[in-house]
Nanobody, 123 residues
């Protein structure tokens, strides 16, 4: 089970840190990803991190504004976002992939999903 938190209403230019706590599984064996889905758009992968944190992936359009990290001791993965803009408004989902060999980029490769947390960027 994955439970996200940290979403909310922020102003353009603000920062936000999303958290996702995992329970019920071997978190340290999972690659983790943050996806987002805006109204009327397909879900896209924003960032992903390997089980040992040595490999990360970032959506090109957000690469300079986000950072993914994880704390395996606390079964938690984070997404730090800076310089938020209106186009970042979306539901953000945490997802886990049971793999220790790569960082999956397709949502079909992820086995476990959180319920999502809304991020709204508006003045």
């Amino acid at each position: 089970q994955l439970i996200e938190s940290g979403g909310g209403l922020v102003q353009p230019g603000d920062s936000l840190r999303l958290s996702c706590v995992a329970s019920g599984g071997a978190f340290s064996n999972y690659a983790m990803g943050w996806f987002r889905q805006a109204p009327g758009k397909e879900r896209e992968l924003v960032a992903a991190i390997s089980y040992h944190s040595s490999v990360t992936y970032y959506l090109r359009s957000m690469k300079t504004r986000v950072a993914i990290s994880r704390d395996n001791a606390k079964n938690t993965v984070f997404l730090q976002m800076h310089g938020l803009i209106a186009d970042d408004t979306a539901v953000y989902y945490c997802a886990g992939a049971n793999t220790m060999t790569n960082v999956p980029r397709s949502e079909n490769e992820y086995d476990v999903w959180g319920q999502g947390t809304q991020v709204t960027v508006s003045s």
